[in-house]
């Protein structure tokens, strides 16, 4: 038995029906769980499904016995969180979905052994172990087998040639070269067994609740810290690491330091505000301004800090990596991040002492740069931007292909040229259905590129036939209850914008770069997309009968100044609308206003002065953004009285077209493949 084995064998838990923990023969046993906290326990959603409804509704009714010491204890936990959750919990499906994985919350469990969790992805072929509780033999008892990690099918990683025994599910798999569990036991395969990388534990963090997965994962650190300082002679993780060939500066006793007192600050709020913070540390040991396009999604401080393992620094020293200095920069950002965006609230004291300790063998540079980081009242050093969103998120839609179904790809924008494709579906969806399939796609980007309070704006590049779709009338978010039947929609809360998929097949041309340029400069002002309909020009209540076709409204719209806006009081998806969108399109205008609503607006002449107004005021192309989306939030303002209502009605259903000309998809710096599983073929 491995130095890891045994310690994996105390943190292992029996999970049957309530009672029935100390059944030598098993009659009522579920599978298999591991403490990975004191209180906390993770096992497989198909495992606790055994105890029926009752579990789903959050009572005490999941049966939990570990060992303590020699003494065996028994107790009743509570599911909390689980991905995923049956539809019907009085008969859960025969095969469950990845990634299968349930929290649950132990009582009386203070003292309990904890396993050490991987905070990075697991790399294969690896010498890895599977445990577990069986009753294989006949009577209940602690398993264990060895094999080799050798891929993944997408989502679970797969082993091969060795299969965990039945009522493993739910138990720990550890990486030997690690020294850390990298999944849980999920099932067997045709050939081995599948397991559920520790990183599908981040899906957890987004449902209602999922600060209890933060919460955990905080405990976990802080476990770790307490037995790494303690006095006794019991082993550890962080000591059984030690004596592993040593794969980086950054050695185990000084990160579970650094984890430990990164768990006692504020958690994050989503994976970009973390990755924000690793994109500045890799800028600054690189020595290089390009945004590092290989995606993750880490939820806690020390996540981030695991993606900075074996960092090289090509223009500094060859290939010596630099990850200790990484990691010291990384937690001064972090210091330096939460004391501004906490003030008084967070104590980063214990955390700047440390890194001022082991700081002091680093070069000038760093530590000057340190330095003014974690002091207070210091200007900002090179690595500390403006405050802003970390990226954006790029929304591509293209014509159908097969059957009216619309291929989709869902992007970042990191710096508006470098591109990190995250979700795809080549096949596509019918229309009614993009809403639904691209809900969390977006939910997911969107984490990803907010920092804090500063929010990713979504540019939608779509065919002209998807123009009216209201994008902005979306909510990412279901409602979580009785009580939140009001969640705000994408373009309340988010800048929102429309650009034209067809025009980003070709070199841009030479009237739509003059003109985006002119856009930029401002002043703006208005002229109408169609000359004759409802509202537009100075007849606006006696508009011209005939209608204006495609080369009279194009002549027009290509012989207006610089900075002139196409408005229009309808949809431009079809009809009439579509055919002058096409003509200013040609003509190269690169922004334009209009209503996505299909009802007939008897309010045109209003509509038309109050864009006037609103173009005047933002002056250049940019600057319309923020105006339309308060615009959006106003106009759906439930509680104003009916006068505010109806001054902003004009504005319900209001789109904007706003293309740049060397924007990505055309023109993209950098475009990096997804990570494994993140695409959908």
Not at 466 to 475: C, H, S
Not at 623 to 642: C, E, F, K, W
Request: aromatic residues 6%; contains cysteine; hydrophobic residues 35%.
């Amino acid at each position: 038995m491995s130095a890891f084995d045994a310690l994996v064998r105390p943190a292992l838990v029996r999970i049957a029906a309530p009672g029935c923990g100390y059944d030598p023969h098993g009659d009522r046993y579920w599978g298999t769980g591991f403490f990975i906290a004191p209180g906390w326990v993770l096992t497989c959603a198909h495992v606790v499904a055994e105890g029926g409804s009752a579990v789903w509704r959050s009572e005490p009714a999941v049966g939990i016995t570990w060992e303590d010491g020699k003494t065996a204890r028994e107790t009743t936990g509570t599911v909390v969180l689980a991905l995923p959750r049956p539809d019907r919990p009085e008969a859960p499906p025969d095969r469950w979905a990845f990634p299968d994985v349930a929290l649950v919350r132990v009582p009386g469990a203070a003292k309990a052994s904890c396993v050490r969790l991987s905070e990075r992805p697991a790399v294969w072929p690896a010498a890895v172990s599977l445990h577990g509780w069986s009753r294989e033999t006949g009577e209940l008892g602690v398993r264990n087998v060895h094999g080799t990690l050798n891929g993944s099918d997408g989502q679970a990683l797969v082993t091969d040639g060795v299969m965990p025994v039945e009522g493993c599910s739910g138990g720990p798999v550890v990486d030997h070269a690690q020294g850390a569990v990298i999944g849980i036991n999920k099932g067997r395969g045709r050939d081995g067994g599948a397991i559920v990388p520790v990183t599908a534990l981040r899906r957890l963090h987004d449902l209602p609740g999922g600060e209890q997965m933060g919460e955990a994962l905080r405990a976990h650190d802080r476990y770790h810290l307490h037995r790494y300082r303690s006095l006794d002679d019991r082993p550890d993780w962080t000591r059984a690491q030690r004596r592993l060939p040593a794969s980086s500066g950054v050695g185990p006793g000084l990160r579970t330091q650094l984890y430990g007192h990164l768990a006692e600050l504020p958690a994050p709020t989503a994976p970009g505000e973390i990755m924000d913070l690793v994109d500045r540390v890799k800028a600054w040991i690189r020595d290089d301004d390009l945004p590092d396009a290989l995606e993750d999604d880490p939820r806690t401080w020390s996540q981030g800090a695991g993606l900075l393992r074996g960092l090289r620094a090509p223009r500094r020293d060859g290939a010596q990596a630099h990850d200790l200095d990484a990691v010291l920069l990384y937690a001064a950002h972090v210091v330096r991040h939460v004391s501004d965006r906490h003030r008084e609230r967070a104590d980063t004291s214990g955390l700047t002492h440390w890194i001022i300790d082991e700081s002091g063998d680093a070069d000038r540079h760093l530590r000057r740069e340190i330095d003014r980081l974690v002091t207070p009242g210091r200007p900002s050093p090179l690595s500390v931007r403006e405050p802003r969103a970390r990226a954006d998120v790029l929304l591509e839609v293209d014509t159908p292909r097969y059957d009216r179904r619309y291929p989709w790809r869902v992007k970042l924008l990191l710096d508006g040229h470098t591109v990190s494709p995250l979700h795809c579906d080549d096949r596509g969806v019918e229309r009614a259905k993009l809403k639904e399939t691209l809900r969390e796609p977006l939910a997911d980007a969107l984490r990803r590129g907010d920092s804090g309070s500063h929010l990713a704006a979504v540019e939608a590049v779509l065919p002209r036939e998807l123009f009216d779709e209201p994008l902005d009338t979306w909510r990412l978010e279901p409602p979580h209850g009785p009580d939140d039947s009001w969640t705000t929609t994408l373009g309340q809360r988010r800048i929102v914008v429309i650009r034209d998929a067809r025009r980003h097949d070709r070199e841009p041309a030479p009237e739509w770069r003059e003109r985006w340029e002119a856009a930029e400069r401002g002043p703006l002002h208005t002229a109408p997309l169609r000359a004759e309909a409802p509202g537009a020009g100075p007849e606006a209540h006696t508009p011209r009968v005939r209608r204006e076709t495609w080369a009279e409204t194009y002549d027009r719209l290509r012989e207006a100044e610089g900075g002139t806006v196409p408005v229009y009081c309808g949809q431009v998806g079809s009809g009439d609308g579509l055919m002058a969108m096409n003509a200013a399109l040609a003509a190269g205008h690169p922004l334009a206003l209009w209503r996505t609503g299909a009802h007939d607006h008897t309010d045109c002449a209003e509509f038309h002065e109050r864009a006037g107004q609103l173009l005047a005021g933002a002056v250049t192309a940019w600057d319309v953004r923020g105006p339309v989306r308060s615009l959006r939030t106003r106009s759906q303002d439930r509680a104003a009285g009916p006068e505010a209502r109806a001054a902003h009605a004009w504005a319900e259903s209001l789109a904007v077209l706003l293309d740049p000309p060397d924007r990505p998809p055309h023109g993209g710096r950098l475009e990096a493949p997804p990570l494994l599983g993140e695409g959908e073929q």
